[in-house]
Protein backbone atom coordinates (compact mmCIF):
# COMPACT_ATOMS: atom_id res chain seq x y z
CA UNK A 1 0.00 0.00 0.00
CA UNK A 2 1.47 3.33 -1.24
CA UNK A 3 2.14 6.55 0.96
CA UNK A 4 -0.24 8.73 0.04
CA UNK A 5 0.84 12.28 -0.59
CA UNK A 6 -0.79 15.47 0.78
CA UNK A 7 -0.35 18.38 -0.39
CA UNK A 8 -1.37 22.00 1.25
CA UNK A 9 -2.93 24.80 -0.55
CA UNK A 10 -0.22 27.64 -1.49
CA UNK A 11 -1.55 29.68 1.37
CA UNK A 12 -1.70 27.60 3.76
CA UNK A 13 1.80 27.01 2.81
CA UNK A 14 2.54 30.36 2.86
CA UNK A 15 1.34 31.06 6.40
CA UNK A 16 2.91 28.00 7.11
CA UNK A 17 6.18 29.69 6.08
CA UNK A 18 5.53 32.73 7.73
CA UNK A 19 4.07 31.02 11.12
CA UNK A 20 7.88 29.60 11.46
CA UNK A 21 9.42 32.97 10.48
CA UNK A 22 7.58 34.24 13.39
CA UNK A 23 8.48 31.99 16.15
CA UNK A 24 12.44 31.76 14.77
CA UNK A 25 12.25 35.42 15.45
CA UNK A 26 10.72 34.92 18.95
CA UNK A 27 13.35 32.61 19.82
CA UNK A 28 15.86 34.68 18.64
CA UNK A 29 14.64 37.67 20.59
CA UNK A 30 14.30 35.79 23.88
CA UNK A 31 18.17 34.89 23.03
CA UNK A 32 19.27 38.24 22.94
CA UNK A 33 17.25 38.65 26.31
CA UNK A 34 18.90 36.11 27.89
CA UNK A 35 21.99 37.39 26.61
CA UNK A 36 21.33 40.81 28.00
CA UNK A 37 20.47 39.40 31.55
CA UNK A 38 23.42 36.90 31.67
CA UNK A 39 25.17 40.52 31.01
CA UNK A 40 23.29 42.30 33.67
CA UNK A 41 23.72 39.44 36.06
CA UNK A 42 27.92 39.27 35.49
CA UNK A 43 28.03 42.84 35.88
CA UNK A 44 26.05 42.59 39.34
CA UNK A 45 28.24 39.61 40.56
CA UNK A 46 31.41 41.74 39.54
CA UNK A 47 29.96 44.43 41.56
CA UNK A 48 29.17 42.80 44.54
CA UNK A 49 32.55 40.71 44.69
CA UNK A 50 34.63 44.19 44.32
CA UNK A 51 32.65 45.73 46.91
CA UNK A 52 33.64 42.55 49.47
CA UNK A 53 36.87 43.03 48.73
CA UNK A 54 36.97 46.57 49.36
CA UNK A 55 35.29 45.73 52.67
CA UNK A 56 37.71 42.76 53.80
CA UNK A 57 40.38 45.74 52.99
CA UNK A 58 39.09 48.03 54.80
CA UNK A 59 38.68 46.39 57.92
CA UNK A 60 42.30 44.80 57.48
CA UNK A 61 43.95 48.01 57.59
CA UNK A 62 41.97 50.30 59.48
CA UNK A 63 44.12 52.88 60.80
CA UNK A 64 46.53 52.15 58.12
CA UNK A 65 45.21 54.25 55.50
CA UNK A 66 47.46 57.15 55.43
CA UNK A 67 50.76 54.71 55.12
CA UNK A 68 52.07 54.48 51.61
CA UNK A 69 52.20 51.01 49.69
CA UNK A 70 55.35 48.93 49.93
CA UNK A 71 57.10 49.28 45.98
CA UNK A 72 56.30 45.57 45.87
CA UNK A 73 52.54 46.19 46.64
CA UNK A 74 52.31 49.23 44.73
CA UNK A 75 52.36 47.65 41.37
CA UNK A 76 49.66 47.48 38.50
CA UNK A 77 49.71 45.25 35.34
CA UNK A 78 48.00 45.66 32.21
CA UNK A 79 47.66 43.10 29.90
CA UNK A 80 45.60 44.85 27.07
CA UNK A 81 45.14 40.88 25.25
CA UNK A 82 44.96 40.83 21.80
CA UNK A 83 42.17 38.30 20.78
CA UNK A 84 42.88 34.82 19.73
CA UNK A 85 46.94 35.22 20.85
CA UNK A 86 46.53 32.62 23.82
CA UNK A 87 44.93 35.26 25.71
CA UNK A 88 43.13 33.10 27.66
CA UNK A 89 45.67 30.77 28.37
CA UNK A 90 48.46 33.11 29.75
CA UNK A 91 45.07 35.09 31.96
CA UNK A 92 44.61 31.80 33.45
CA UNK A 93 47.70 31.34 34.90
CA UNK A 94 47.15 34.80 37.07
CA UNK A 95 43.84 33.69 37.95
CA UNK A 96 45.80 30.59 39.73
CA UNK A 97 48.54 32.48 41.05
CA UNK A 98 46.54 35.73 42.82
CA UNK A 99 45.93 33.88 45.70
CA UNK A 100 48.93 31.91 46.34
CA UNK A 101 51.32 35.15 45.55
CA UNK A 102 48.78 38.17 47.15
CA UNK A 103 47.90 40.01 44.24
CA UNK A 104 44.35 40.80 42.33
CA UNK A 105 43.24 39.92 39.03
CA UNK A 106 40.81 42.10 37.67
CA UNK A 107 38.87 41.80 33.96
CA UNK A 108 38.29 44.99 32.23
CA UNK A 109 34.47 44.09 30.63
CA UNK A 110 34.47 46.69 27.57
CA UNK A 111 30.44 47.29 26.13
CA UNK A 112 30.46 45.07 23.27
CA UNK A 113 34.20 44.27 23.46
CA UNK A 114 35.05 47.66 22.08
CA UNK A 115 38.35 48.41 22.66
CA UNK A 116 38.13 52.01 22.27
CA UNK A 117 37.16 53.76 25.57
CA UNK A 118 35.43 56.83 25.44
CA UNK A 119 37.05 59.77 26.68
CA UNK A 120 35.74 59.86 29.94
CA UNK A 121 36.14 56.64 30.60
CA UNK A 122 39.52 56.99 29.71
CA UNK A 123 39.74 59.47 32.66
CA UNK A 124 37.42 57.38 34.77
CA UNK A 125 40.14 53.76 34.47
CA UNK A 126 43.19 55.76 35.18
CA UNK A 127 42.02 57.27 38.24
CA UNK A 128 40.51 53.71 39.43
CA UNK A 129 43.73 51.87 38.13
CA UNK A 130 46.34 54.47 39.71
CA UNK A 131 44.01 55.22 42.97
CA UNK A 132 42.54 52.16 44.07
CA UNK A 133 44.80 51.20 47.14
CA UNK A 134 42.09 48.44 47.57
CA UNK A 135 43.18 46.71 44.51
CA UNK A 136 47.31 46.82 44.32
CA UNK A 137 49.20 45.07 43.72
CA UNK A 138 46.78 44.42 40.56
CA UNK A 139 46.25 42.67 37.53
CA UNK A 140 44.26 44.49 34.76
CA UNK A 141 43.24 42.41 31.45
CA UNK A 142 41.02 42.66 28.79
CA UNK A 143 40.50 43.27 24.98
CA UNK A 144 41.44 47.05 25.09
CA UNK A 145 43.44 49.63 22.91
CA UNK A 146 46.57 51.10 24.78
CA UNK A 147 46.00 53.80 26.93
CA UNK A 148 48.61 56.79 27.77
CA UNK A 149 48.43 57.47 31.24
CA UNK A 150 50.83 60.33 31.35
CA UNK A 151 48.12 62.18 29.20
CA UNK A 152 46.48 62.38 32.14
CA UNK A 153 49.16 63.68 34.65
CA UNK A 154 49.00 60.81 37.19
CA UNK A 155 52.06 59.96 38.89
CA UNK A 156 52.49 56.59 38.36
CA UNK A 157 52.10 54.40 35.48
CA UNK A 158 51.21 50.89 35.17
CA UNK A 159 53.53 48.27 33.41
CA UNK A 160 52.09 47.04 29.84
CA UNK A 161 52.56 43.71 29.21
CA UNK A 162 51.27 41.68 25.51
CA UNK A 163 51.71 39.18 23.57
CA UNK A 164 50.75 38.84 19.62
CA UNK A 165 50.77 36.21 16.79
CA UNK A 166 51.25 35.90 13.20
CA UNK A 167 48.53 37.64 11.93
CA UNK A 168 47.14 34.96 9.65
CA UNK A 169 46.80 32.12 12.39
CA UNK A 170 45.14 34.62 14.33
CA UNK A 171 42.57 35.47 11.96
CA UNK A 172 41.62 32.09 10.85
CA UNK A 173 41.43 30.73 14.93
CA UNK A 174 39.72 34.01 15.17
CA UNK A 175 37.36 32.69 12.45
CA UNK A 176 36.47 29.19 13.50
CA UNK A 177 35.96 30.36 16.93
CA UNK A 178 33.49 32.83 16.01
CA UNK A 179 31.10 29.64 14.25
CA UNK A 180 32.13 26.67 16.45
CA UNK A 181 33.40 28.25 19.85
CA UNK A 182 35.88 26.38 21.67
CA UNK A 183 36.76 24.02 24.49
CA UNK A 184 36.78 26.21 27.20
CA UNK A 185 33.37 27.41 27.21
CA UNK A 186 31.51 24.61 24.93
CA UNK A 187 28.24 25.52 25.39
CA UNK A 188 28.20 28.86 24.63
CA UNK A 189 26.07 30.26 21.38
CA UNK A 190 28.69 31.87 18.96
CA UNK A 191 27.72 34.82 16.41
CA UNK A 192 28.42 32.83 13.61
CA UNK A 193 26.76 29.76 15.11
CA UNK A 194 25.86 27.21 11.98
CA UNK A 195 28.27 28.51 9.48
CA UNK A 196 30.07 25.68 7.95
CA UNK A 197 32.05 27.91 5.41
CA UNK A 198 35.57 27.00 5.64
CA UNK A 199 38.23 29.52 6.22
CA UNK A 200 39.61 28.61 2.68
CA UNK A 201 35.79 28.43 1.14
CA UNK A 202 35.48 32.25 2.45
CA UNK A 203 38.77 33.66 0.98
CA UNK A 204 37.84 32.04 -2.64
CA UNK A 205 34.03 33.61 -2.41
CA UNK A 206 35.75 37.21 -1.12
CA UNK A 207 33.62 36.90 1.90
CA UNK A 208 33.59 39.84 4.69
CA UNK A 209 35.09 37.50 7.38
CA UNK A 210 38.08 36.82 5.83
CA UNK A 211 39.11 39.63 4.31
CA UNK A 212 41.96 41.31 4.54
CA UNK A 213 40.52 44.34 6.53
CA UNK A 214 40.01 41.69 9.44
CA UNK A 215 43.74 41.31 10.10
CA UNK A 216 44.01 44.87 10.72
CA UNK A 217 43.92 44.81 14.90
CA UNK A 218 47.14 44.11 16.61
CA UNK A 219 48.60 47.20 15.07
CA UNK A 220 45.60 49.62 16.30
CA UNK A 221 45.70 47.82 19.89
CA UNK A 222 49.23 48.42 20.38
CA UNK A 223 48.82 52.21 18.72
CA UNK A 224 45.99 53.57 20.93
CA UNK A 225 43.62 55.65 21.19
CA UNK A 226 43.86 57.61 18.62
CA UNK A 227 41.78 58.12 15.30
CA UNK A 228 44.47 57.30 12.76
CA UNK A 229 45.39 53.80 14.77
CA UNK A 230 41.80 52.55 13.28
CA UNK A 231 42.71 53.83 9.82
CA UNK A 232 42.68 50.32 8.07
CA UNK A 233 46.65 50.30 6.77
CA UNK A 234 47.70 53.31 8.35
CA UNK A 235 51.71 53.96 7.99
CA UNK A 236 51.58 55.95 10.91
CA UNK A 237 49.74 53.77 12.75
CA UNK A 238 52.24 50.91 12.17
CA UNK A 239 54.84 53.02 13.39
CA UNK A 240 53.48 54.37 16.42
CA UNK A 241 52.87 50.76 17.60
CA UNK A 242 56.28 50.09 17.14
CA UNK A 243 57.15 53.19 19.37
CA UNK A 244 54.78 51.91 21.91
CA UNK A 245 55.74 48.39 21.94
CA UNK A 246 59.44 49.30 22.40
CA UNK A 247 58.75 52.45 25.09
CA UNK A 248 55.81 51.36 26.85
CA UNK A 249 55.19 48.12 27.20
CA UNK A 250 58.15 45.91 29.59
CA UNK A 251 57.37 42.87 27.72
CA UNK A 252 55.69 41.49 24.70
CA UNK A 253 55.76 37.83 23.96
CA UNK A 254 54.83 36.00 20.88
CA UNK A 255 52.03 32.88 21.07
CA UNK A 256 54.27 30.66 19.22
CA UNK A 257 56.82 30.98 22.11
CA UNK A 258 54.51 31.62 25.03
CA UNK A 259 56.46 29.32 27.60
CA UNK A 260 59.81 31.71 27.05
CA UNK A 261 57.10 34.81 27.44
CA UNK A 262 56.06 33.46 31.34
CA UNK A 263 59.26 32.49 32.16
CA UNK A 264 60.77 35.90 31.39
CA UNK A 265 58.05 37.57 33.23
CA UNK A 266 58.52 35.18 36.48
CA UNK A 267 62.10 35.95 36.12
CA UNK A 268 61.40 39.88 36.13
CA UNK A 269 58.29 39.93 38.26
CA UNK A 270 58.31 37.29 40.88
CA UNK A 271 55.87 39.07 42.49
CA UNK A 272 53.40 38.46 40.19
CA UNK A 273 54.49 35.58 38.32
CA UNK A 274 56.45 33.22 41.17
CA UNK A 275 55.72 29.56 39.82
CA UNK A 276 54.02 30.60 36.61
CA UNK A 277 56.99 28.04 34.36
CA UNK A 278 55.80 25.34 36.04
CA UNK A 279 52.27 26.13 36.92
CA UNK A 280 52.09 26.48 32.48
CA UNK A 281 53.98 23.13 31.75
CA UNK A 282 52.00 20.86 34.44
CA UNK A 283 48.61 22.89 34.94
CA UNK A 284 45.52 21.79 32.67
CA UNK A 285 43.52 24.93 32.97
CA UNK A 286 46.58 26.63 30.98
CA UNK A 287 46.04 24.70 27.79
CA UNK A 288 42.33 24.12 28.13
CA UNK A 289 41.13 27.07 25.76
CA UNK A 290 41.70 25.44 21.69
CA UNK A 291 39.72 26.85 19.46
CA UNK A 292 37.07 23.53 17.73
CA UNK A 293 36.44 22.71 14.51
CA UNK A 294 39.78 24.74 13.01
CA UNK A 295 41.40 24.19 10.08
CA UNK A 296 44.96 25.12 8.70
CA UNK A 297 44.35 27.18 5.39
CA UNK A 298 46.03 26.20 2.00
CA UNK A 299 48.89 27.36 0.82
CA UNK A 300 46.73 29.15 -2.08
CA UNK A 301 44.54 30.92 0.58
CA UNK A 302 47.61 32.19 2.62
CA UNK A 303 48.97 33.42 -0.66
CA UNK A 304 46.39 35.40 -1.42
CA UNK A 305 45.99 37.32 1.89
CA UNK A 306 49.57 37.62 1.78
CA UNK A 307 48.83 39.90 -1.65
CA UNK A 308 47.07 42.58 0.66
CA UNK A 309 48.71 45.48 1.70
CA UNK A 310 47.38 44.89 5.08
CA UNK A 311 48.44 41.78 5.59
CA UNK A 312 52.44 43.15 4.63
CA UNK A 313 52.24 45.92 7.47
CA UNK A 314 50.44 43.76 10.31
CA UNK A 315 53.67 41.51 9.21
CA UNK A 316 55.82 43.85 9.36
CA UNK A 317 54.58 44.89 13.35
CA UNK A 318 54.11 41.07 13.98
CA UNK A 319 58.27 40.40 12.43
CA UNK A 320 58.92 43.78 14.74
CA UNK A 321 57.75 42.50 17.52
CA UNK A 322 59.30 38.87 17.37
CA UNK A 323 62.74 40.11 16.73
CA UNK A 324 62.58 42.39 20.25
CA UNK A 325 61.30 39.72 21.96
CA UNK A 326 64.14 37.32 20.59
CA UNK A 327 66.44 39.97 21.41
CA UNK A 328 65.00 39.69 25.21
CA UNK A 329 65.36 36.28 25.49
CA UNK A 330 69.05 35.81 24.25
CA UNK A 331 70.01 37.75 27.05
CA UNK A 332 67.59 36.74 29.69
CA UNK A 333 67.87 32.59 29.07
CA UNK A 334 69.81 30.00 27.98
CA UNK A 335 69.71 26.52 26.26
CA UNK A 336 71.22 23.30 28.14
CA UNK A 337 70.21 19.61 27.16
CA UNK A 338 67.30 20.85 25.51
CA UNK A 339 65.64 22.75 28.51
CA UNK A 340 65.49 26.73 28.84
CA UNK A 341 67.04 28.34 32.17
CA UNK A 342 67.17 31.44 33.07
CA UNK A 343 70.13 33.02 33.49
CA UNK A 344 71.42 34.56 37.03
CA UNK A 345 71.95 38.20 37.96
CA UNK A 346 74.99 39.07 36.11
CA UNK A 347 76.25 41.96 37.27
CA UNK A 348 77.83 43.50 40.89
CA UNK A 349 78.46 46.70 42.53
CA UNK A 350 81.91 47.54 43.73
CA UNK A 351 84.38 50.59 44.42
CA UNK A 352 81.70 52.16 46.88
CA UNK A 353 82.36 54.83 48.24
CA UNK A 354 82.93 56.81 50.71
CA UNK A 355 84.20 53.95 52.97
CA UNK A 356 82.11 52.59 55.68
CA UNK A 357 84.39 52.30 58.89
Partial sequence: MGLTRIMMPPRIQLLAVLAFGVVMLLIENQIQKLDESRAKLE????????????????????????????EKDDMVIIYNRVPKTASTSFTNIAYDLCGKNRFHVLHINTTKNNPVMSLQDQARFVRNVTSWRQMKPAFYHGHVAYLDFSKYGVKGKPMYINVVRDPVER??????????????RPGLRRRKQGDKKTFDECVSSGGSDCAPEKLWLQIPFFCGHHSECWNVGSRWALEQAKYNLVNEYLLVGVTEELEDFIMILEATLPRFFKGATELYRTGKRSHLRKTTEKKPPTKETITKLQQSNIWKIENEFYEFALEQFQFVRAHAVREK????????????????????N
Wanted: proline share 3%; hydrophobic share 35%.
Fill in 43 to 70: RTIARHEVAEVEQRHSEDSRGWEQQPLA
Fill in 171 to 184: LVSYYYFLRFGDDY
Fill in 337 to 356: DGELYVLAQNFFYEKIYPKV
